[in-house]
């Protein structure tokens, strides 16, 4: 109890020293969607194999390694879908067998799960395998156009995870293995390992690791050009459960951990244990009021200067609270400073049994405890960690936790997407026409879409929204080359390859520089929107560009010119105007011979002529009036200026209707005949035929009539059988019977009856067009609340929540001015 209403006062406290809130734009949507077709997408799998989660980028051998479930395969690094190699490491049946003796699924579990490659020095790769959960590691190699195991099986407990599904991670420094990871079969004995001749681990305590999920681990080379002689370091991130905070159930927050690559452990103590293992919280703070957000996955984008290398992570929330996901930014040099110049987290007693951790204030050991071996403890006369003394290695052994916090570039996001959590990142840095650099961002996502994002000045854009696995399912491993413009992602079904843009898809001045794409720009000479080289920027003179605005008045000629459409039309039918404008944050308008027509929101008037809808625009009952010019064009904002395109021209023609006997329409036709789909002119129009015929069936007087009797008819048997239910239950008393026909039972019978009365009440649409799913709430403008109504009509009249209301979530809870 007590921790509960500590939890909730530090909740308290935190929010009222919050700065005011402004919300972020959550419905940040792609400028353009580009479906599978179209992506330029090339794919590989193998029948029969799955899991192409993990990959190994050999650009010097020209190679994408990938490691699949019993295979790995060597595949053209321009072209991933050639194979020029594979090998097949697969469970021998007795080591099958001991795993399902154990309790582990058969076909699922007790497989060989690829899960490690990582280069050595030379050309070989360490290759580790679950091997039904009985992880095992060998050499790779490649010569002579295969790939081949060696043999040299070892024991990979440690270095790889017993369960094919956990999240681990590993790094390959200087041919020693570190790898994050659960070090027994149950995965309840989380460690940091190091594995080399002089092997170090982490603690088996809470206090160093809580219930991890390891998400990312790699090498930042702080010792080069280090004025303090500092060592390189090793960066983990993952997310665990919190020890610092007081709270009713578990609360799951980020972490950066970091030791040193000179580590050798203590002389007595922490024997064999990291002497520089420390941690710290990472905030991803999404701008409105939730739980903090947990990391996903991580990016290294390296720089010339490691101080101005940045960690770009993805975060999602870790309730159902909040439908949205995030990108941040954090700087290595910032990351340094929280563990060299912050102060540290110490676990105090409280009533004598509850443990809480509040900010260290009291004198901190010389050297710095967690610090790597650098000048200042060279001046002490220690040249290693196993020259630190006891009282420093118990300081760190009992507070590895720093206080502050490391907070996200710029204090905000890069990027808030609502819709379909974020999975993966990679990041490209590139340099524009302006000569800045500009990081793009490669996401992606659960429903297998890779989103393409560039944040310029705190405003967020994305690019274009690529569909990379049909049919969809969620992206597990990305991988970026930017030397080859290439990137990889694998699922649990197959691996695709991208390019990093693909200039051809703008087919306009103003389509290519509203895209803001700064791989790619104008050739005002080729009239074609083309791929900038990053390597000379001055030989594009005849290419412009505007990431940063999107200006497009550069453009001389702004206007698209398009061909009339002819079409003849007959009276009475329904037309189909298609317009797929090219980019989703144009606006649609039409004009019928230069007047603007209404726009969608005259849909709402059952009467309306015209219904607009994504695919374009339908015209109902046509007839001589409707004789004229139909033009499509989107209206998009950029930079506070309007650029307008044309994306379609119709030109509708009268025409006439025959009826059996060969005389036109003016020739004594029956007035029942039911008039045939307009469809294209095969002379005037070279558009598809299957544009029109598509449409739904003209209104009639005679299907009218049938409609009128065939409702009426049906409308008569629901009453009947109403009826005859409640005579049978007893609802309405027969002749002779009033005494004792049973009554319903208070409040439940008259609501049950006032809910059937209300479902027995129907009303007839004249007309009703096929609308997608996606479209259908925008179109009819249907809410989950008038669900709930109706369902209270059927129960005891509690309130009932809601299945598509969000709850409203709690920001984190730091409760250090509580003591």
């Known amino acids: 109890m007590h921790c509960c209403v500590s939890g909730l006062w530090s909740l308290c406290c935190l929010l009222l020293t919050l700065p005011p809130i402004t919300r972020a734009s959550q419905d940040c949507i792609p400028r353009k969607s580009i479906p599978y077709q179209n992506g330029n997408i090339k794919v590989f799998r193998e029948e029969g194999y799955t899991n192409y989660t993990t990959m190994l980028l050999r650009e010097d051998q020209g190679l994408l390694l990938l490691g699949a479930r ?255 996901s995030a990108v941040c930014a954090f700087s290595v040099q910032a990351i340094s400073e929280v563990f060299s110049k912050g102060k540290y987290k110490t676990p105090i007693t409280v009533e004598t049994s509850h443990v809480k951790w509040v900010m260290y204030s009291g004198e901190v050991p010389v050297p710095r405890p967690g610090a790597c071996i650098n000048n200042a403890a060279r001046k002490l006369n220690m040249q290693r960690s196993l020259d630190l003394p006891d009282n420093t290695l118990q300081f760190v052994r009992d507070r590895p936790l720093m206080n502050e916090a490391v907070t996200a570039l710029g204090g905000q996001p890069q990027l808030v997407k609502g819709g379909a959590q974020l999975t993966r990142i990679a990041v490209d840095r590139v340099r524009a026409l302006d000569s800045q650099l500009y990081d793009v961002m490669f996401i992606g996502t659960e429903n297998g879409c890779l989103l393409k994002a560039v944040n310029y000045d705190g405003e967020m854009f994305i690019v274009e929204e690529l569909q990379l696995f049909n049919p969809p399912e969620p992206v597990k491993t990305l991988r970026l080359s930017a030397a080859k413009g290439q990137l990889y992602a694998g699922s649990e079904s197959s691996a695709v390859q991208v390019p990093v843009s693909e200039c051809g898809r703008y087919k306009s001045c103003v389509d290519c520089l509203l895209a803001r794409d700064p791989y790619c720009g104008w050739d005002r000479l080729a009239s074609r929107c083309a791929l900038v080289s990053s390597g000379d920027l001055l030989a594009h003179t005849s290419l412009i560009q505007s990431v940063r605005h999107g200006n497009a008045s550069q453009c001389t000629n702004s206007m698209r010119v398009q061909q009339p459409q002819n079409y003849t039309l007959v009276p009475g039918n329904n037309i189909k105007l298609v317009c797929h404008p090219g980019s989703n944050l144009a606006q649609v308008h039409w004009q019928f011979n230069g007047h603007h027509l209404p726009g969608p929101s005259s849909t709402s008037n059952p009467g309306s002529k015209y219904y607009f809808y994504s695919e374009g625009l339908l015209v109902f009952n046509v007839s001589a009036a409707d004789v004229g010019e139909y033009t499509c064009r989107s209206l998009e904002r950029a930079n506070g200026q309007q650029y307008a395109l044309t994306e379609a021209v119709y030109r509708l023609q009268l025409g006439v209707v025959r009826n059996p006997r060969g005389r036109g329409a003016g020739e004594g036709t029956n007035s029942t005949q039911t008039p045939q789909p307009s469809v294209p002119n095969p002379k005037t129009s070279p558009v598809d035929r299957n544009l029109v015929p598509s449409l739904p069936a003209p209104r009639t007087e005679e299907r009218a009539l049938v409609a009128l009797q065939v409702a009426v008819g049906l409308l008569a048997a629901l009453l009947v059988a109403l009826l005859v239910w409640n005579l049978y239950r007893g609802h309405i008393p027969l002749p002779g019977r009033g005494a004792g026909v049973a009554k319903p039972r208070g409040v439940e019978g008259s609501r049950l009856q006032g809910a059937m009365v209300d479902n027995s009440t129907h009303r007839q649409v004249p007309f009703q067009a096929k609308v997608l799913p996606e479209e259908k709430s925008q179109v009819d403008g249907s809410s989950c609340q008038p669900l709930v109504d109706n369902y209270r009509s059927l129960t005891n009249g509690e309130p009932t929540p809601s299945p598509c209301v969000p709850l409203d979530g709690f920001k984190y809870i730091d409760d250090e001015s509580e003591i």
């Not at 790898?179 to 170090?200: D, K, M, Q, Y």
């Not at 010792?223 to 370091?233: L, M, R, T």
């Not at 739980?291 to 101005?308: E, G, I, S, T």
């Open 70 to 324: 019993e295979a790995i395969y060597a595949l053209d690094l321009d072209d991933i879908s050639r194979r020029k190699s594979s090998v097949y490491w697969k469970v021998p049946e007795e080591k099958r067998k001991e795993c399902t003796h154990k309790g582990r699924l058969e076909e699922t579990e007790c497989r060989n799960y690829i899960r490690t490659l990582h280069k050595q020095l030379g050309d070989d790769v360490y290759v580790c395998g679950t091997n039904a959960f009985s992880p095992t590691c060998d050499v790779l190699k490649y010569e002579g156009g295969q790939l081949k195991l060696e043999g040299k099986l070892e024991e990979g407990k440690g270095k790889c995870p017993f369960d094919p599904f956990q999240r681990y991670s590993s790094v390959m420094v200087d041919g020693d293995l570190y790898s994050a990871t659960s070090i027994n079969f149950l995965g309840s004995e989380p460690v940091v390992l190091r594995s080399s001749h002089t092997s170090l681990r982490t603690e088996f305590k809470s206090s160093w690791l809580n219930e991890p999920n390891f998400i990312y681990m790699d090498v930042v080379q702080e010792s080069e050009d280090n004025a303090e002689g500092d060592d390189d370091k090793v960066y983990l991130f993952f997310s665990e459960s919190a020890v610092e905070y007081d709270f009713y159930s578990k609360l799951l927050v980020s972490r950066v951990a970091r030791v040193c690559k000179g580590d050798q452990g203590g002389q007595r103590t922490l024997q064999k244990k990291w002497t520089s293992f420390l941690k710290a919280r990472v905030d991803c703070s999404v701008l409105e009021p939730s739980l903090p957000f947990v990391v996903q996955d991580v990016f290294l984008l390296r720089a010339p200067k490691w101080k101005d290398s940045v960690f770009y992570g993805v975060f999602t929330p870790q309730s159902g609270s909040s439908a949205v």
